[in-house]
């Protein structure tokens, strides 16, 4: 007989199934072989793909490149836009005063809300919840240039103050925790110099978009592009992960899940709070921390928007971010050097802070009695790239503000990042951080709208820098050689409760 013939010389499913359903499964099972030996079937092929993609994006510099293309597209872009000088108006009160709003509601936000929040709701929650009003506040813009309607400008900035808080809690977290000690240098810098280039980038799009205007306002094709950039930006934050998904990443373990009245997780969120901020060493850093942007109001409109053109605006503008890429590059380089401990590289970055703010300032201080000698003479917002003897000074010396921003910033982030490796504390001492610059940067902006003088500006600016660094030596005086979070994380309430991400990723 033929073996075809023999029952029994048929796999046992197509004796039971038939010919037809046989040869089938038949093909399905060889077809399984066949994957089975080029590594397995489809479904462990796509298994493994995707463990290797959860593997990769529970990377540390993974998450540290995922938040920098995030500030790329939303805060990145934002500086593109108020880098215009006015946010790209004739008349910069509007965007001034809506600076005031963003910066106030900011402050409080950061100071109150924001750590906590990221501690109860992690990353991912935190900055989708806020990110959104980034585009929204550009898209004020473009209703106002069609329809004049400044109030919608002030309440998107206030919106923004409490969306920018929550992003910029989530950045500073992730930047000054996610990695060791010896490679917080290099991720601050690898952050200031994606962050930055999304200004850039922007302020040359910007350049471009309105070249030969004659008007002294921006396209709306402009607002129409930022707010495409900051809406795609703000979408990449479904991607983050929880501290406790990074691989060597030191946070408090969770304790597990348990109903607690809303008072109870207050209180213990305000105690431990307290417990992280209320110390000499954070005292000493208060006035670094309010000193951080009390000068972009200054340099944006007294400095950029009343001394240069339109399109030379958008120019500068460009310069100034990617001064800030070189600028974080460096000092990120700097803090990070192998040859030198920690308290060796905490004085030397002091040392260059100190001594670039005395140069820096001054040069500041020389084009400010030049500027006022033009404005005198009714010279306003006329300096153009093209005419090089005129704009070669005050456009190098712009560019160098940007640089020392970014240096300024870079050390302050570092310094926090001595303080502690678990992300959780690091949430409360940024939002310290942030809550105080945007305290000191609304009041300088209301200085702004009230129109006091450029050089009463410049003085006050200069003096704070200056003082603030005399200030938060002791500090750097006594870095450790490394941070011990043992025996001083917050305490094991602050996490009752919690819902991170971990249990929704």
Known sequence: MAPWRNRDSFPSFMAAKGPVSGIQDLHVETVNRVHVGRGGSPWEVASRAKSTLCRLRGHPWSQILLIS???????????ALTGLGGCGQVDATVAANATVA????????????????????????????GGWTYALYSGSFLNFNRTG??????????????GASLLWIVQGAIMTSYVDES??????????????LGGGIGSLASFGLNYGSGKGTVSSSTYVALMIVMLFGWSLGLLLYSPERVRGTKTTAPAPKAARPWHRIIIDVARNSARVLCTWRVACMLPLFFSANVFYSYQQNSVNGDTFNIHTRSLNGAFYWLAQMGGGLFIGLILDLPCLGRRGRARLGWSIAFVFGLIIWGGGYQFQLWQNDRLARGQRQDVDFKDSALAAGPMTLYTFYGAYDALWQAFAYWLIGTESNDPTRAAILVGAYKGLQAAGGSIAWRINAFSVSSMTELAMNWGLCIGSLLVVLPVVWTVSASSDDEGDQPERGFDEGSKGDGTQV
């Open 102 to 129: 963003l910066l106030s509601t900011m402050a409080v936000t950061s100071l109150f809300i924001a750590g906590p929040l990221f501690a109860w709701a992690g990353p991912r929650i935190s900055l989708m919840a």
């Open 149 to 162: 309607n400044g109030a919608l400008v002030i309440a998107s900035g206030a919106m923004l103050g409490v």
């Open 183 to 196: 490679r917080k240098g290099r991720a601050i810098a690898i952050f200031w110099v994606v962050f930055n």
């Open 69 to 79: 293309l995030i500030c790329f597209c939303c805060p990145g872009m934002y500086n």
